[in-house]
């Protein structure tokens, strides 16, 4: 259900939204969506258990970090209201880490903590140097963000297995079509 090609958690959060331009398909809908994308994001070891008050606070960061992100993309100063949504949630704890005998790391904390992670993700790609690395995909129903970390900043489109294959297979039908 949920991709992470973005490069960036960040990114990868916004692009829980589909489609922004036409359908708008927003694939956290529910305080068990947040839940589960939290934890396929590797965020948090156990389910935080989300609630309505942190999904809407959730959907709030997102859509500041998509804000955030785009107008890096066009080249346009932050707006304030976005960054402050960010750096308000980047000040609280992140998760806890802890390193077991196996070698293996346990992520400990609640969805607070997770968000907070998020939110310092967006802050370290925006105010470095991936700011300039920001691209949007390049298909025309697809809104998502990602960084282009190809050796020729020449990458096109968010994943090449979906969105490149849709416009790859476009392009040939739109050539061979009488």
Same mark, same amino acid.
């Given at each position: 259900?949920?991709?992470?090609?973005?490069?960036n958690?960040?990114?990868?959060?916004?692009?829980?939204? /589909?489609? *922004?331009?036409?359908?708008?398909?927003? %694939?956290?809908?529910?305080?068990?969506?947040?839940?589960?994308? %939290?934890?396929?994001?590797?965020? %948090?070891?156990?389910?935080?258990?989300?609630?309505?008050?942190?999904?809407?606070?959730?959907?709030? %960061? *997102?859509?500041?970090?998509?804000?955030?992100?785009?107008?890096?993309?066009?080249?346009?100063?932050?707006?304030?209201?976005?960054?402050?949504?960010?750096?308000?949630?980047?000040?609280?704890?992140?998760?806890?880490?802890?390193? *077991?005998?196996?070698? $293996?790391?346990?992520?400990?904390?609640?969805?607070?903590?997770?968000?907070?992670?998020?939110?310092?993700?967006?802050?370290?790609?925006?105010?470095?140097?991936?700011?300039?690395? =920001? /691209?949007?995909?390049g *298909?025309?129903?697809?809104?998502?963000?990602?960084?282009?970390?190809?050796?020729?900043?020449?990458r096109?489109?968010?994943?090449? $297995? =979906?969105?490149?294959?849709?416009? /790859?297979?476009?392009?040939?039908?739109?050539?061979?079509?009488?």
């Open positions: 259900m949920f991709t992470f090609v973005s490069g958690l960040a990114l990868d959060f916004a692009g829980t939204v /589909k489609a *922004r331009a036409t359908t708008f398909d927003d %694939l956290l809908t529910t305080a068990a969506d947040l839940d589960e994308w %939290l934890l396929a994001a590797d965020l %948090l070891d156990t389910t935080p258990h989300c609630d309505a008050a942190t999904l809407d606070l959730a959907v709030r %960061l *997102r859509e500041a970090a998509y804000r955030l992100a785009s107008a890096a993309v066009h080249g346009e100063p932050f707006a304030d209201v976005n960054r402050e949504i960010v750096n308000e949630l980047a000040s609280r704890d992140l998760p806890r880490l802890t390193l *077991r005998s196996d070698a $293996t790391i346990t992520r400990h904390g609640g969805p607070d903590a997770a968000l907070a992670a998020i939110a310092r993700s967006a802050i370290e790609m925006l105010g470095g140097p991936e700011r300039g690395l =920001i /691209k949007e995909c *298909r025309d129903e697809c809104t998502r963000l990602y960084l282009d970390t190809s050796r020729g900043k020449s096109r489109w968010c994943d090449m $297995t =979906i969105c490149g294959n849709r416009a /790859k297979s476009a392009a040939f039908r739109a050539r061979h079509t009488d």
